[in-house]
């Protein structure tokens, strides 16, 4: 893979992780609390919770993967 396709595809990855882990995205996954047949939890957790969840997920993969490929050990200062 290009290396600089995959500098933006990571960048763009970990902004939507962020957009869609606690921004906007929780609209998507919480469910109305009027609603009676609304589910709530999902293997005894959170729903709202595992989403959090799975997007930080996403998001220390991304950092994962720009750190063993792209960061490399220099003086920065």
């Known amino acids: 893979m290009n290396a600089a ?3 933006r ?6 902004l939507l992780a962020m957009v ?3 921004g906007p995205g929780l609209y998507l996954i919480n469910p109305d609390p009027g609603d ?3 589910t709530f939890t999902l293997g005894g957790l ?3 919770y595992l989403w959090g ?5 996403v998001q220390l993969s991304v950092i994962i993967r720009a750190y063993t ?3 490399k050990g220099g003086d920065d200062a």
């Open 5 to 7: 396709f995959e500098k």
């Open 9 to 14: 595809l990571l960048v763009l990855l970990f």
């Open 20 to 22: 869609m882990g606690s």
């Open 36 to 38: 009676p047949s609304a």
């Open 46 to 48: 959170p729903v709202i």
């Open 53 to 57: 969840l799975l997007w930080y997920a």
């Open 69 to 71: 490929a792209y960061w």
